[in-house]
């Protein structure tokens, strides 16, 4: 940390000293909590509004660091797109012959609110991942993939940035309740 520095008065220099000096362990900790309180929140909130299916996969990709000497906590995320597959349900429906065919995916990209998708399917891709395209009306060449697009819903990173305003006053709520309950002891 650095030291405060005023010149010409010694004395006041050494008291903001003395005072930043008692006062950062507490600011330390008030942090370090509200930086956790902070995932937690950040987590809840992506889940609630977007239709992704675990919250283990918004924590894997949401990542969390504090440096204790700059008093200095950040939460971020990554910026690439999820599959539209970790949002959808496959679909089926009754063919003429009394079996069940496919009929595309119900994608609910935010929570609650699906849209149908017709003619879409999913393949394995490189990795393992599984990725979902659509054949469009009319055309016939529709599992040659070459040149079709993926289809892709939100980032983690994009979801974070649309509910950020909506976490940020119970973090700081959180952080001025830390720091006073550590600076009272």
Known sequence: MARIKIDGLDAVTKELNRIRGAQAPAIKKAIEDTVKFGEKAAVDGIYNRYGFNSRSYIEQNLSVSFDPRDLKGTISARYRPSTLIRFARRLTRTARWGGSRPDGHMVSALRNKPVWFKGTFSVIGRNGNQIMFQRMKGDNSWRKLK???AMYGPSVAGSFGKIRGDIEPPIIA???????????R
């Open 147 to 149: 040149g079709q697009k």
């Open 174 to 184: 959180h952080l001025r309740n830390k720091y006073r309950q550590y600076a009272n």
